[in-house]
């Protein structure tokens, strides 16, 4: 079983920044894929961004080039670093795992998730 908490959501202006973290728990977090994925009101879940276990990287194309995933093995640690945030990111924002080394954008192949984290940008 593998636990997922997420932090560092919170409330900023267009243009500001923030870094998520996802703490994991379990031995299998440096052999796992991880993802973040975003749901906002009346919205479908959506990737975001996802890290394969030898770190190689996949965004969405709405976040490329503002957001930035890395993970940190020894920490057990994956985060999402989220630059220039516009009124449009606004959402609750999953982290997730999945049972295999290889990146996934698509969330029916992740097997365990966070509680999820608001992230709200006002304009």
């Known amino acids: 079983q593998v636990q997922l908490i997420e932090s560092g959501g919170g409330l900023v202006q267009a243009g500001d920044s923030l870094r998520l973290s996802c703490a994991a728990s379990?031995?299998?977090?440096?052999?796992?894929?991880m993802g973040w994925f975003r749901q906002a009101p009346g919205k479908e879940r959506e990737f975001v961004a996802t890290?394969?276990?030898?770190?190689?990287?996949a965004y969405a194309d709405s976040v490329k080039g503002r957001f930035t995933i890395s993970r940190d093995n020894a920490k057990n640690t994956v985060y999402l670093q989220m630059n220039s945030l516009k009124p449009e990111d606004t959402a609750v924002y999953y982290c997730?795992?999945?049972?295999?080394?290889?990146?996934?954008?698509?969330?029916?192949?992740?097997?365990?998730w966070g509680q999820g984290i608001q992230v709200t940008v006002s304009s």
């Open positions: 997730a795992a999945r049972q295999g080394p290889t990146w996934s954008q698509n969330y029916r192949f992740y097997d365990y």
């Open positions: 379990g031995r299998t977090f440096s052999s796992s894929a």
């Open positions: 890290i394969s276990r030898d770190a190689s990287t």
